[in-house]
């Protein structure tokens, strides 16, 4: 996706809303996405395509808004994550599982006492509904933790004790932070895996656990995998943390259990898990409840009287749809909550009318909810009233016990709850207003304080070249925005600083997204120009590859006067000439290949020299990546 992840609930909070009544197909249509909810929590996640699916049918049929169409193609892809996951599935041997509240089961983590500390404080300025409190031990030497960055979205950040101080927090790499949700990061004891939760990367929904490991090479963090099921799930999974000395992994989740509740359950901890398919959804279903390993005594006999089997699934299946419908109306609940905050708290006008709109479709969707919940508890009572008319006394919890097969374990772990730390005083480094490199979209865009590319191999995307100097508003939002005049004063512009291939042509589509649908990457080596197929052959340790050059030539009307037409068949015998649109409708004539830089050089000159202020060019240094 995978970067989904706020922003697809936000899509999602206000899908099929209107000011007024839901539309017969508008309601057809949330149906069929509640039902494949319905399904993807059960595992069934190849029905829950077929539930997606029909619904993105009947939106196109309509010619639905692409939001809601790319909303629910964002759950398809999240079932076929699920159908593509079943294949390595791992079963551990459950030692305990305990059901805490919310607000501070990860005091009954077996960690140090006094390590945890609330937020907000001085690393996280903010919490959420599942993120309560900072990992921050009196002894550390490094803290990783979640926070929201600029954009708002929590990242992972770093901060370690140099001497007597600490240094600035510093987000991980893309690899792990993203434009998504992080939370609950986790070391292990060798300092070579980094565990934590996300709600955007390749996933089944909510919040899965991921795994990093340290790249010596790279000197960072490796791609996250999904540690798949069961410690991934549709719900939200989150702190996992491994105690190898004493055998034992822990991790929460709120699967299975109310909106202010969680489950820790403790694993055996196994060095060497064996991953094996689990396709049938309901032994899959069974493998993610992770019950108590049972005892081996046959269980007594009960007088009393228990449901036929038919019956007892009907009756269960109703139970399952009122929890659901229960935690959507818990889940939305709180969405808005945040959302009302977060109004509370903006200065941004603009922002403030977003939300506006959007707690005003929240706040229609919930009663929806909660008439479909008040719906489906008087459905489940007449089948209660059908168990009593049969002489059958119904004990929901005792249904549910033999349905999901739960049994205590004859031994269990001990939980231990551990004391909350002090507020954190930390003595932390505060940058001298050093400009930020980094490439980031902002609300407003940023020139680069300097404009010297360094040494080594480094990449960037060209936007757009001008006849005069551009403004702020020109680079909508894109930081750091290099500047380039030539010496005909043509003026080029290009952001970022990537060190890798693969770094800078991540960020190209986004870059392309904001209305630079011609941007394309360049390359440098040691600070001089070349092509991006001779930076990434040094890049990959071979022998640099000869650059190809083309000069790219925009007439402001969209056509070539005969002056110029005659410089190029000078200049250019010869050689390629090829006539491009931009989505924009701006006109490009591309001639090359030169093999020569002077060459292309000598035609791109003349051009600039032919004092027309309506044609422009530039030389660009060419490979496959960009055509």
């Known amino acids: 996706m995978q970067r989904v992840k706020y922003t697809f609930y936000i899509i999602m ?31 069934r996640f190849e029905e829950a395509c077929r539930a997606y699916e029909k619904a993105v049918d009947i939106l196109e049929y309509d010619f639905a808004d692409s939001l809601m169409i790319e909303a629910v193609s964002g759950k398809i892809l999240l079932a076929e994550n699920g159908l593509n996951m079943t294949g390595f599935a791992y079963t551990p041997k459950v030692v305990d599982r305990r059901k805490f509240p919310l607000e501070d089961f990860f005091l009954y983590f077996p960690l140090e006492d006094r390590s945890w500390r609330l937020a907000p404080n001085q690393l996280d300025s903010t919490s959420n509904v599942l993120s309560k409190a900072l990992y921050a031990p009196s002894d550390a030497g490094r803290i990783y933790f979640s926070a929201e960055d600029q954009e708002g979205f929590r990242n992972i950040f770093m901060t370690e004790l140099q001497d007597t101080v ?45 795994v990093s490991r340290w790249d010596d090479d790279l000197q960072g963090w490796s791609e996250p995998v999904n540690m798949g099921f069961p410690y991934s799930s549709p719900y939200d999974d989150f702190l996992y943390v491994s105690d190898e000395s004493e055998g034992h992994v822990f991790f929460a989740s709120n699967r299975e259990c109310s909106s ?35 005892e081996t005594s046959v269980p007594e006999k009960s007088d009393d009287a228990m449901p036929e089997s038919a019956a007892k699934d009907r009756y269960m299946d109703k139970m399952a749809q009122v929890r659901a419908l229960r935690d959507s109306v818990s889940y939305y609940s709180s969405l808005l909550d945040e959302e009302r905050s977060r109004f509370a708290l903006s200065n941004d006008d603009a922002e403030r009318m977003r939300l506006a709109e959007v707690i005003r479709e929240r706040e ?20 209660e009233m059908e168990f009593l008319f049969s002489g059958v006394a119904v004990d929901p919890d005792k ?74 508003a020109s680079l909508r939002g894109l930081s750091p925005v290099f500047e380039i005049r030539s010496d005909s004063g043509r003026y080029t512009y ?48 071979g022998a640099a590859e000869e650059a190809m050059y083309e000069v790219r030539i925009v007439p402001s009307e969209g056509v070539l006067d005969e002056a110029v037409t005659a410089g190029i068949r000078q200049h250019a015998a010869g050689k390629d000439i090829a006539r491009t649109e931009a989505e924009d409708g701006t006109i490009t004539f591309v001639v090359g290949p030169f093999d020569v830089k002077a060459d292309a050089d000598a035609l791109a000159e003349f051009i600039n020299a032919s004092g027309s202020s309506e044609v422009s060019a530039e030389v660009v240094a060419i490979d496959a990546v960009n055509q």
């Open 364 to 383: 229609a969707k919930v009663p929806v909810l909660q008439e479909d919940l008040n719906r489906t508890i008087s459905e489940l009572h007449e089948i």
């Open 166 to 210: 600490w240094t600035y927090p510093v987000t991980q790499n893309e690899s792990v932070t993203m434009l998504s949700n992080e939370i609950y990061p986790m070391i292990s004891a060798d300092g070579r895996s980094l565990y934590f939760s996300s709600d955007g990367l390749y996933g089944v929904g909510g919040y899965d656990l991921y």
């Open 399 to 472: 249904i549910m016990a033999a349905a999901t097969e739960e049994a205590e374990a004859p031994e269990g772990y001990e939980f231990i709850r551990r004391s909350l730390g002090g507020p954190l005083c930390l003595d932390i480094m505060r940058p001298e207003n050093e400009f930020d490199y980094t490439f980031m979209i902002l609300k407003e865009g940023r020139f680069a304080e300097d404009n010297t590319i360094p040494d080594g191999i480094v990449y960037q995307i060209q936007i757009f070249s001008a006849g005069g100097k551009a403004d702020v």
């Open 260 to 294: 202010d509740s969680v489950w820790v359950y403790v694993l055996e901890y196994d060095s060497m898990p064996v991953r094996h398919s689990v396709e049938d959804p309901d032994e899959l279903l069974k493998l993610s409840r992770l019950s108590v390993q049972e």
């Open 13 to 43: 909070a206000v899908l099929f809303l209107s000011s007024g009544k839901l539309s017969a197909q508008n309601r057809q249509v949330d149906s069929l996405v509640r039902l494949g909810d319905s399904l993807r929590m059960e595992y």
């Open 494 to 541: 290009r952001v970022g600083l990537f060190n890798t291939f693969d770094d800078v042509q991540s960020k190209l589509d986004a870059v392309r997204s904001r209305g630079f649908r011609s941007a394309f990457i360049v390359a440098y080596v040691d600070g001089e120009e070349t092509s991006v197929a001779t930076a990434r052959s040094l890049e990959s340790g």
